[in-house]
């Protein structure tokens, strides 16, 4: 398995951020944070215990934890990311949660290394907007799950998100963000996308649910994070010059205490 290969990690480069450890916070923060939200969406989508799971582009490990608990004794969870930094950590998470059914291996999506026809439940938490060729990706998930096994994928659309008061910097930033990502392999408009492309991949019973979040859930210091600050780190030197006065604008708008802001998480699952 080549796992030496970059590019294969699209627009999302753990390691490569200038600030490693503050986004290591955020990944943490962001499998908590709406952990409730999270646990329904996976009951409607049809995870139950006992299930095989894989957690593809697992990051930290903190979510394939959860799901671990879910799916219980006679149930088990693997977890597989290109990132060698981030599958030392979920190992640490796996340690530090207790957990026994939960495994983490090194490994790219583009060249799954998986027994065929063997996983209950694929889940994908915010990589398929990373990814360059998101119909690779779905090809090699339909192969790994069982007939009648269930993907659900959960990702962002930039359509689907707006803050106020400053309104139009927060626009004009989320596009100059989206293209410097698309530059990097990525698509932020991924989630309305999702449904045409389960549809091309052959999956049946495809579905797309909008799941709104917003700074009432939140807070607006995550929500800033997660929406704004988080992708500042994106950009090239001269792209996060050219989104200096924007930033400044929704920097300073956030502290403005009738500040409101929403994103929309589109959840899409389809069957083999
Ligand atoms: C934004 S993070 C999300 C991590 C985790 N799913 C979560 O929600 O916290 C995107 C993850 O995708 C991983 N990734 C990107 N390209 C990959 C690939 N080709 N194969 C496996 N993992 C990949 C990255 O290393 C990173 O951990």
């Known amino acids: 398995m080549n796992t030496q290969n970059l590019s294969d990690a699209g627009s999302y480069k753990f390691g490569r951020f200038e600030k490693n450890a503050e986004e290591l916070e955020r990944l943490k923060l962001q499998a908590t944070i709406a952990l409730k939200h999270e646990q329904k969406i996976w009951e ?20 394939a934890c959860e799901l671990a608990k879910i799916v219980g004794d006679d149930g088990q969870v693997t977890g597989i990311d290109i990132n060698e ?70 990702d962002i659309d930039d359509n689907w998100t707006s803050f106020s008061p400053g309104s139009d910097a927060f626009i004009k930033f989320i596009r100059k963000a989206g293209a410097g990502q698309k530059q990097k392999g990525g698509n932020r408009l ?20 909008i799941h709104p979040i ?27 010059l050219l989104a200096l ?17 929403a994103l929309g998480i589109f959840v899409t699952s389809g069957r083999k």
């Open 245 to 261: 006065p924007q930033l400044r604008t929704i920097k300073k708008a956030a502290e403005d205490p009738k500040a409101w802001g």
């Open 214 to 240: 917003t700074t009432e859930d939140l807070g607006i210091r995550y929500f800033l994070g997660v929406a704004v600050l988080f992708r500042v780190e994106m950009l090239n030197k001269v792209q996060k």
């Open 190 to 209: 991924i989630g309305s996308q999702l449904y045409g492309l389960l549809n091309e991949t052959s999956y049946q019973n495809i579905s797309t649910q």
């Open 85 to 154: 930094e981030l599958i030392a950590t979920a190992h640490q998470a796996k340690e530090s949660e207790g957990v026994k059914n939960v495994s983490f291996t090194l490994g790219n999506l583009y060249e799954l290394d998986l027994p065929e026809n063997s996983f209950d439940f694929v889940y994908a938490r915010f990589v398929f907007q990373h990814l360059e060729k998101p119909e690779l990706a779905l090809s090699n998930i339909r192969k790994i799950l069982k007939p009648g096994g269930i993907l659900c994928i959960l």
């Open 44 to 63: 409607q989508t049809g995870l139950k215990p006992g299930m095989n799971v894989l957690d593809l582009a697992c990051g930290p490990g903190f979510t």
